[in-house]
């Protein structure tokens, strides 16, 4: 188990779905991006929802949820090839002696449903409802407001049900840029992808792991060009990875990759051929 200040780290597979290798990879040419990570029959590409757990200091802190049961019995389940963890999301935690009551705070990154779908259920008559009835979700003030009016290009992305009943049970806590949440937890804002996504930091003394989300949603989108037909402002990502890079490989920070199928930890080494991967691991080697 890896911990970094009071907190055990965690991670949590909340299951896994295929987007199109030629969106997430943008202007790259297929023969190039699929000697990295092999597409299905359909041009899909398979990715992770892995979330993070931090148990520590009477916390019980959840980053990002994954799909959930968004797209239970729809035919966007198998669109998008959405294959839910064994028991869903709940019966993950508790391989962790953690409940959903007992979860007291949920960072979620951004509003896409594959980041924050989990953060609601579906109860049986159909309502959605908040899936963790103690916790407290942290998410970016303008993100919010972005995501109540979604552009054309992420409006397939913002589902409604997966986030405005946070905001209707009174447990939706706005966050007005970079800050410091919790004593070695913090926040800070990118926009590249979409509009305030935040990536979180852990960090004490000694060590620092930083999830990503989708500023790097895979081991592979280092390389400037490399970047998804899903980011709103592609040249923002671009610049956005630059100073994240550096700022990563001269301070050694470690990082946790959300989407990467393969690789949950990797560190960053500045080359003659650019950024690249170093340490691949999982994140009980932290």
């Known amino acids: 188990m890896s911990t970094i200040g009071p907190y055990s780290l965690h991670a949590v597979q909340a299951g896994s779905l295929g987007l199109d290798g030629g969106a997430m990879f943008g202007i790259v040419p297929k023969p190039l991006w699929s000697q990295r990570i092999e597409p299905d029959a359909d041009n899909r590409i398979p990715l992770a929802t892995r979330c993070l757990l931090l ?19 729809t035919k966007y389940a198998d669109i998008y090839a959405v294959d839910p963890p064994e028991g869903g ?21 951004h509003l896409h449903f594959d980041h924050c779908g989990g953060s609601t259920r579906q109860t049986d008559d159909g309502e959605a409802v ?18 109540q009016t979604s552009n054309p290009k992420e409006r397939q992305s913002f589902l409604d049900r997966t986030f ?22 913090s926040v800070e804002q990118v926009h590249g992808h979409t509009e305030a996504q935040q990536i979180v930091t852990v960090a004490d003394a000694d060590t620092t792991l930083v999830y990503v989300a989708d500023l790097l949603p895979t081991t592979h989108h280092l390389a400037p060009a490399w970047t998804m037909a899903y980011d709103v402002r592609p040249l923002v990502t671009i ?22 199928p393969n690789v949950a930890v990797a560190n960053v080494e500045q080359t003659d051929r650019g950024f690249q991967i170093t340490q691949s691991r999982p994140l009980h080697q932290l």
Not at 130 to 147: D, E, L
């Open 164 to 185: 405005v009943p946070l905001q209707e049970s009174g447990q939706l806590h706005l966050v007005e840029g970079g800050t410091t949440l919790f004593p070695g937890i």
């Open 130 to 147: 908040v899936a963790f009835p103690n916790a407290t979700y942290h998410v970016q003030k303008s993100h919010w407001t972005w995501a």
């Open 55 to 73: 148990k520590g200091e009477d916390r019980r802190i959840l980053i990002d949820t994954g799909v959930g049961d968004t797209f239970a019995g």
């Open 89 to 109: 999301l709940e019966q993950q935690l508790a391989a962790h002696d953690v409940a959903p009551e007992a979860i007291t705070d949920v960072i979620l990154t």
């Open 239 to 260: 610049e956005e990875k630059r100073d994240f890079l550096q700022r990563a490989a001269d301070a050694e920070w470690n990082l946790f990759f959300e989407h990467d």
